[in-house]
């Protein structure tokens, strides 16, 4: 069975950094589209940044140039890192992969992950301003 494990969350004031790490496991071969995404209580989910079977990253504007995608193959772990962090970026943050790319990366974004296939359970990130 698939899993998904999310790590690296932690609450750190306006400004610092945080590494998101996200390990695939029981996957077979590695999936070909993986992101992030976050959500706060009360609010939709929303994606963070995509990483597309074409190898290209996809990122929302509120984190590009401040957030960073990355992937080991050979750990078969997704990676988040995140610099100076706002009080904004305060959510719980899952990873998640498919197969493929069901809709171009950009609409996985707006579209908060729908159509991706597993999903992990989530790491909390707090900022304090």
């Known amino acids: 069975q698939v899993q998904l494990v999310e790590s690296g969350g932690g609450s750190v004031q306006a400004g610092s950094s945080l590494n998101l790490s996200c390990v695939i496991s029981e996957y077979g071969q590695s999936p070909a589209c993986m992101g992030w995404f976050r959500q706060v209580p009360g609010k939709e989910r929303e994606g963070v940044a995509i990483?597309?079977?074409?190898?290209?990253?996809v990122y929302d504007y509120h984190v590009k140039d401040r957030f960073t995608l990355s992937k080991d193959n050979a750990q078969n772990t997704l990676y988040l890192q995140m610099n100076r962090l706002e009080s904004e970026d305060t959510a719980m943050y899952y990873c998640a992969a498919a197969d493929r790319c069901k809709v171009k990366a950009e609409a996985l974004l707006l579209g908060g992950g729908a159509g991706m296939d597993y999903w992990g359970k989530g790491t909390l990130v707090t900022i304090s301003s």
């Open positions: 990483l597309a079977e074409s190898g290209r990253t």
